[in-house]
Structure formats: C-alpha cells, structure tokens
C-alpha cells in the first residue's frame, strides 16, 4: 500500500510539473536532462520509486513517459488541468495491476508436452495460443519477411513463416505494469526459468539463449498483443528428467518469506551457472560455475583459504566414502588453483594451469550434483542455513560437515 503522504507528495510534484510547463519562460526541452522540465519530471519518478509496490510495476522510465505524456492523455489544455485531474492520473498509475502475459518463441525444441511446468512459466504450443496472439505474431512474421535480407529472399511468405514462426513457447504471467519494467522482467524471469531447463538437460554452449529480446505480450482481460522484440535456440523432450525439473521447481515455487538461506543461495547461484550459456569462451563459462559454487558453499567462517574449504565443503557433500572424498578434493583443489590463475592473469602459465573443455565439463557437472544434494540435506535433515544459527529448529550445512569429518 502506497502511503497517503507520499500521494500527496506526488500530487504536488505533478502541480509543480504543471506550473512549469504553464510559463512561457520554461524551457521547453525535454531531450536534455538537466532541463527544468526534465528534473521536474525526474523528481515525480523519484518520489514514486520510494515505494517498493511500485518498483514491482513500474521502472523510473515508465513514470517519466507516463508525465511526459500526461497532458494528451488527459486530453486538456494544460491550464484546465484541476487538482482532482491530477490525483486520479497519480491513483490510476497507482492502482493498476500487472495482469500480462509473456510469450516467448523457443526455437528447437521437439516433443515437449503442452503444459510443461519450468519453474513459474509453462510450455504451450502456437496451435493454443490466444487467436489474437496468433494472429499478432503472424502480422509480426509478415512484416519481418517484408524487411528480409537477400539470404532468405528466394523463400514465399509462407515458407518464411513456417521457418520462423516456432511450435514451442514459453509463457508466464508477470506482475509489471509500465512498458519498461515489463520487458526488465520479462527478461530476467523467462531467462531464469529457463536456466532449470538449461542445467536439468545440461546445456553448456549457447542453446535456449535469449539472444535479442523478441518478446511477445498479451493481456487476458483487453484481449490486445503487443510485442518487442527472442530467438532462443534445441532440445529433445526426455521423460527422464522431469525428476530433475520437479526439483528444481521446489525451490522456484516457493513464496519469498518461505525460502530458506540455503533456498535463497541455490536460487542465486542457478541463475549465475545459467549466465554461462550467454557466453563462448571456455574459461569465462568455467570462472561463472566457480563463482556460483563459491556463492553457494561459502559463508563468511570461510573468508581465509577459500579453495581450500570449497573443495573441502564439496567433497563432503558428494563424496561417498573416504576415497571419493579425497579424489574430489584433490581435483576441486586443482581446479581452484586454475581459477587463481586465471583471475590473476599471471603473464606466463603452465600448461597444468591451463583451462580445458574437460575441466569445464567436471565443474559443470559438480555444480550441478552439489545441488541435487543441498536439496536432499535439506528435506531429509532441515539443513537451511550455510553457517550455524543460534536456532533450535534449523541445522547449518557447516555443522553437518563438521560432523562428517569427526564421525
């Protein structure tokens, strides 16, 4: 709930803006930002970004262009703009709620189940879209056939379409509001959810990437699309891995005041490892993985030696037995010091500093069984923070190791 002070303090920003714009000595720019208009506009966006309910709907730039545009919106003379004008413009930006929904094309895929949960999106096919989307989308492939470069100019329209137009999408509902603070979120939660379909199938080159943001909206009660511009690239639907989604579901799934520490870091670090689809070079996709184990395992206890307890905190975590603990930690100690010297950028290596595709293949997939685990201590032991906790009811993930070493 937006508080009645800062509403009246929005209303009289706005009045301000308005008083502004009435005299004729006002510069009229607002290309420049250190117009007077332009910072009358930038302090009601200021006053309105104090509130975090509308952060969730709304970027800064959104309600620039919502006060940039008032006056033809409101279809008055600026002079005839009263002060109930202003607080039902101020409450209406206030009061609406994100009801949109993203639909984006995944290029490649094959065989996936109409429904498909990934995280908080669904998988749907073209054939099930909204008719007005569908219809939006083929006006959108038409025009872009129109603009086609001389590669694809010996294709019709309607083979253009079939190339391009994908069976597969990935929909989810979105809470923002604001143009802007759609296309941020949209983003940043499709390409989250995607990550679980990224790790479960273990993609590690540039497959399902957002490579420009072709986004495709629809709102449910105004029945109208929009769209700005992603072509995500493939994989095969396997049944086998749904237990490996479902998983990483849980976390996803859960209500912010309901995750735990460990939640909370698992969630983060998923979203890191996913980072290094976006990129080509071997050994940045290899510092991404490190840094997310790091982000995942280490607490501040762990400040000093920290491949050292890494490799240490992984061992235990996945290793089985004595042996496979200390061929774990002899290997992650490895590929800790080839993180070193990569970051550090000695100017002469050694060939056993130097980062492989194998190393990157050993770390991607410890990541990934470091997980798988951090969820199972979790459910079967109440395992929810990294270090420990004054708590009687939570175990810290440093307790249980140190009970392993001493048993």
Known sequence: MVPKNMVKRICEAVRDYLDLVLDKRTDRSLALLDSPLRKSIKKISDIFMESDEIKVKYSSRDIEDSFMFMVMRLAKDVSDINDKDVANYVNKIISSRGNTVCYVPLYGLENFPEGYRIGNSKITLFENLPEEMKEHVDLHYTHEYEQRGEEESQLNLEDYKKKHISRHWICRRLDGVGHYRLSEEAYKKVNDDLNILRIAY??????????????????????????????INTILYLESVDSEIELLNSIFLKDEDQKSDIDHRIANSLNLYGLMTTVTPIEIKFILVMTALEGLLLGNDDINYLGKRLSEKIAFIIGKDRESRMSIYDTMKEMYTKRSSFSHQKQKKKVKEMITESNFQYLSNTFMRVVRRMLELQKEFNITTIEEEDKADTKSLNEYIKNLMFS
Not at 218 to 231: A, G, Q, R
Request: net charge neutral; aromatic share 14%; no cysteine.
């Open 202 to 231: 273990k993609h590690n080159r540039e497959v399902i990437t957002l490579n420009h943001k072709d986004f495709f909206y629809f709102d449910p009660e105004t029945k109208l699309p929009s769209s700005s511009h992603v072509i």
